[in-house]
């Protein structure tokens, strides 16, 4: 075994019985960024985790500090071996994409896998009940570790919702309740139920788990265009080549995860305590409630409740007739009982006042971070071609950073606009240039060349404009919107007058319209 160099800024990490064997061989770990680690990051502000909030002098302030750590690292035939002694149906294939992804896990986001960690002891045993009362592999449980980073509140570019990442067609495919109140994909027991039901379904189509995880990121239609342009095969490593690029990254991530969150102890990666209770119990109630009454009436803290409700978007369980469930930590079910009269009564007529609730803001439940007195301000100028996953690798912060920071609601940035960047005073020599740079002078900078295309980049357009898309063998409106960043395919039909999105034919034209 020999050690990694490890350079940790902004977390207050230290190493217990570690020692640097007299002569070892010291690397510095340099993996460049692909496209499904770019979506990582942007998940990366987990709710969580406490952040500094502006003009809020009393919160939790992380520590900017720099120490060096050594990590251990293991060689190729000790991960393999490690993979293939786990207790799974699924084939943990190792390669050098997938060592790839271990160093970052293991490596780069070792206080994201830390968190995680913490968090799984709440989510993990729900997602096996379900897992195994479908008599499915419980391996299956770290797709959300991928999907989300156990973020039930986590929303991706393309408006994947979720813990499981449901889109919002997808969703209502698989009976999840959406609307202005309640957001069931951020429920992480209804959407378990349904994300094994949508798995179950694709594995009737491959009956093979691996495609399975593929065909759940990109589409059974990508998957199927991948069968036929490999002449056949269906192996996930004989069509990868012929997968979309974040499919390719997406199963290796899938086993590297797997590896990691049972191999943690070797890595000397320790679980975070998670503020969300183990044992919790549900109460069903029909009644219209809102969770601040239920918080001031009974103490308990409103994060609280909404860690353990996150599908309630307005904090407002809505009722009238209808049965919802909220979950409690397990001591408190009891007393909620004996304090129900009170607890509805509770200033009902200002909490559900006709125009208080037409102004209820939705809640979000994390909050990207804010700059701290060692960040110094930077303004970039958008180039047409650019997109914030671009800005984001190139000044090494994360999209929901750059969004928090610029106001930003969606992912759509046009050419001209003004970006402000944060980054540390200690690293301003290195990023104060960039808005000078070439592309691929920028894409250089992170250690990636640029290939020439004829192909007109998406964002050229200008806004208001329509790119027209061919519709293509095995395309679903799901795999065409996944093309499109910002764009959803509820857009896409209300765009091309679409009323059963099952009733689309190859060939046919559609009109992706592109917004500034």
């Not at 780069?108 to 995680?116: C, F, I, P, S, Y």
């Not at 419980?138 to 919702?161: D, H, M, Q, W």
Request: with cysteine.
């Amino acid at each position: 075994m020999n050690y990694i160099k490890y350079t940790a800024t902004g977390l207050l990490m230290f190493t217990i019985g570690l020692s640097l064997a007299s002569g070892a061989k010291v690397d510095s770990l340099n993996i460049s960024k692909s496209q499904y680690e770019n979506e990582i990051d942007s998940l990366v502000n987990l709710w969580y985790n406490k952040q500094l909030s502006p003009g809020n002098d009393t919160s939790f302030v992380v520590a900017e500090i720099t120490d060096l750590l050594y990590i251990p690292d293991f060689s190729d035939s000790v991960y393999r071996e490690r993979l293939d002694a786990l207790p799974v149906v699924l084939d943990m294939s190792y390669n050098k994409i997938v060592r790839n992804y271990i160093h970052m896990y293991a490596h780069k986001r070792r206080d994201l896998v830390e968190t995680m960690l913490g968090l799984s002891d709440y989510y993990f045993p729900i997602f096996e009940q379900i897992l195994d009362a479908n008599n499915m592999p419980l391996e299956l449980k770290y797709l959300p570790v991928i999907e989300s980073a156990l973020n039930p509140n986590a929303v991706s570019r393309a408006g994947a919702t979720g813990i499981w990442q449901f889109m919002y067609y997808t969703g209502k495919m698989y009976k999840l309740e959406i609307n202005s109140f309640v957001d069931e994909r951020r429920d992480p027991i209804k959407a378990s139920y349904a994300a094994v039901a949508f798995l179950q379904d694709l594995y009737d189509i491959y009956e093979d788990w691996i495609l399975v995880i593929a065909a759940y990121n990109c589409g059974p239609g990508n998957v199927n265009k991948a069968i036929r342009r490999s002449g056949g095969k269906k192996n996930y490593w004989d069509i990868y080549y012929h997968l979309p690029r974040e499919t390719r990254g997406y199963v290796p991530a899938f086993i590297a995860a797997t590896y990691v969150m049972n191999y943690h102890n070797e890595h000397n990666l320790t679980s975070k305590k998670s503020e969300l209770p183990i044992m919790c119990d549900t109460i069903i109630t029909s009644e219209r409630i809102h969770l601040e009454q239920i918080s001031k009436v009974m103490g308990i803290s409103l994060a609280e409740l909404r860690s353990l409700n996150p599908q309630y978007r307005r904090d407002i369980v809505p009722g009238k007739g209808v049965k919802y469930a909220i979950r409690f930590p397990f001591e408190e079910t009891t007393r909620f009982i004996d304090m129900h009269d009170s607890i509805i009564g509770f200033n009902d007529s200002i909490y559900f006042n006709p125009e208080t609730l037409s102004k209820t803001p939705i809640y979000n439940s994390y909050k990207p971070g804010a700059p701290t007195k060692n960040h110094v301000k930077l303004t970039y100028g958008i180039k047409s071609g650019d997109n914030l996953g671009f800005i984001a690798e190139w000044y090494q912060v994360s999209v929901s950073n750059l969004k928090f920071w610029n106001n930003i609601r969606n992912s759509r940035i046009r050419s001209g606009q003004k970006l402000t960047i944060y980054v540390h005073k200690s690293k301003v020599s290195k990023y104060e240039k960039i808005d000078q740079m070439s592309f691929a002078e920028k894409q250089a900078s992170i250690g990636k060349q640029v290939k020439t295309t004829s192909v007109k980049p998406v964002e050229l357009l200008q806004n208001g404009e329509y790119e027209m898309y061919t519709v293509k063998r095995g395309d679903t409106l799901w795999d065409i919107a996944k093309l499109f960043p910002g764009v959803t395919d509820t857009e896409i039909m209300g765009w091309n007058g679409i009323n059963d999105a099952s009733k689309i034919s190859v060939g046919q034209k559609l009109k992706i319209k592109i917004t500034g």
